[in-house]
Each structure stands twice: as structure tokens, then as C-alpha cells.
């Protein structure tokens, strides 16, 4: 069976409209994996509205979806309120925590909808969301395997695996793995990137992994959550990762610059004599594995 | 009963006049007190375009018209281009909402959008496509 994937929101921190960020888009993270007839959604950044409304449009029976949250920071709650679907009655959606009773992810998205920061109480919202754990970071959705990995990210956060008749895709954003690293330098070597990362990724047909950074970049943010983009490529590398799908673009960057970024990435794949295809995530682009 | 007849309702018919001024003209603007330039007439809408700089028939330009189109090597897809690498439907460009998509009709050698292989995709303008050996420059139109 094929998978699908589709990036509805590629941005880091905050949402960026405007002219400078239309190509890769402005809007935080949400990712759409459709594996036959089960949804998965990893993360409700803004970008959760446009997937909200594409859904209701394409959908003709009751929505029923799966929900990871990598973490609750905003980037990657704040369009929860705005997905529509939610509101729907005949709407399921299951939102998962890493181990029963983990209540934790549901009642953050709950929390953000109180009065003092949100009009519109998530007890008004008319579908179902229901609390679902995975059994000590695993679980099975029908026949798709997921698992689940601690980072490296202020407060903590994780990345998601989810595996379907030997196809992989691998989601892992707000994870410093430079932090990991016996120390910060511009080289062309091979970084020594956590194994348990390396294991994590291996072999994976997509890994959708946080690059914020350039190399300059991140010497200002150390210590803020996330990771160079060179350093994810050297993950990705290490871990024999077919396609790697950059994401979590900087605010601040432009159009051209997360081109640039691109570019140093794709350079560095050939300088290490490996072969990983690396592009950089963009609003709207969906990618079919298989 | 005499059924209404709606010509009954009806104003006296005036002539009607398309305002399409040939010259700006100065207009009182009242709240600075000064005189400026009205707004120029909007352009005309312009249809979004292919133009196709690689492959078989290149440089050559589809203006698309409609809402939905079929690319391929097929004489029923709506734009063919006769090259062995296309499928017979290879691509399909639609326009959802005012926005440009395009997406691969399982085509044999693919869809790559700036050099990424993809199954679909929203479209801005300048964006490259390539079909096989077909690379196609979208132009969104306006």
C-alpha cells in the first residue's frame, strides 16, 4: 500500500506570510500521513487550518484521524482552534500520549482553548477528541506500526515512526541533536550523531527532521531546541535515510535563503559520498512513497 | 386574471455607459485638500501559462484556459507533447479555489517540481516542471 504525505505547515516558531516566505509558506507545523484509509496528523500548527478545510472538502463520510503532537509549544498547537473538522459531530479524532494514561498531549490542545486564551471552549467543539496511548512509546494503528523517541528539546519532545509493509516515515522535529555532539564545529566529517537517533531513522524512505539552523544561525541559538540543518543530514546519512525533507525553516529566513540552506546540505551529501536525497519541505507538496 | 406583467415594474429604460476613462482625470481628494490621481483601471486578467523550455517542440507556450487540464504524450490530453518519456496522461493541472495545483496521473518517469519528485503539488509562479525530458516554467497569471 502506498503511503502519502503532505506538508500543510513548514515554518518554525511562528507563522511567516508575505512575499519573502510563499514558496516554502508561513504556516508552523502540520504534516498529513494517509497510509489506504487511516489518517495521521503530526502536529496542529497554523498549518492544521488549510488540512482542516481540505479535508472537509475531499472527505465524504465521518473524519476520523490520528493525532501526534511532537510537543505543545506553539508552533505546534496554536491552529488546533482552527481545524474545523473538530467541530463537526461526526468527527473522531484520536490524540495520543506515549504510554496509558498519558493524558498529557489532550489536555494541552483542552488547555489552549480556555477562555482566557481562546473565545470558543473545547467543550463546544462538536466532534469527538479522544485520548489514545501508545504502550510505552509503541503502538499499532491497524497494520501500521508506530513507535516513538525522546529528543532534545527544551521541555522535551518527540519524534514519531510510522511503518507500513517495510515503508518508513519518520517524523522528528525540535530536536537539538547538535547539543549531543562532543562539540560545535564547521567540518567535513561525518558528525557523531546520537545511535539511538541513528537507529531511529534507519532506513527510513522519508525523514521529515527539523534543520532550523545554518551553521551561523545556530552559534546565536545554542541551546534553543534546534538543530543545524547540516547536523540532521549528517543523521540522516548515518542512519541510510532514502529522502530527507528539511523542515522547520527559521522565521527569518527567505525564500532564497532556505534555498541556500538546501544547498549546503546537498553539497555536503556529496562531499561525505553519500547518496540521501535532500530537499527542502514545502507548503503543499505531497509525497507518495511506494 | 391578468397575469403581472413584469415589463410593468419596470424603470424607463436609460442608456447605459461603460466607464472606462482613456485619461486619468483630477479628482478633489476632501480630506487633505489637495487634488490627486484617481486609481488606474485594474489590468486585464491574464490566464496562467506553460511555458515549456526543454523537450520535444520547446520553446513553446500553453496558455491555459480552463480549470482543469490533462498534460501528456496522449492525443485526448488536453496538452499534448509528443515525447517518449511522457505517459499518455502524465500530469494534471487544476485549479482549486483560485489556487494552481499539479499531480502526477501515475505517470512512468514521474513529476519533480524544482527538482523534487512529487505527487502533487500547489504552484507558484516560476516554479520548474519536469516530465521526463519536458521541463515546463509555470506562470501563474494574474
Redesign the interface.
Known sequence: MRI?V?FWGVRGSIPTPGPST??YGGNTSCYEIRIGDILIICDAGTGIRPLGLDLLKRSPNAIEGHMFLSHAHWDHIQGFPFFLPAYEESTKLFVYGLSTGDDRPHDLLSGQMQTDYFPVSFRDLGGQVIPSYLENFQGQIGDIKVRALEQIHPGASHAYSFEHDERRVVYMTDNEIDQALPEIKEDDELRPVPPQMVDFVQGADLLIADGQYTEDEYLKKVGWGHARATTVTDLAIAGNVKRLAITHHDPMQSDQEVDAKIAVCRERVKKLGANVEV?GA???????IG | MIPDDPKSHALPEEPTEEFLPDEPTEVADLTVGRTVEPLAPAPPIEPCKLEQIRGPGAPKTFVIRSEDVIIGRSSTADIQIECADLSRHHMRLKIIDGVH?CE?KDSKNGLY?N????????L?DG?LIQLGEVLLIFRAGR
Open positions: 502519502f503532505k510563499r514558496r530537499f514545502r507548503e503543499g507538496l505531497e509525497i507518495r | 495545483h502526477d517540481l527538482g523534487v519528485r512529487a505527487h502533487s503539488a500547489t507558484i516554479d
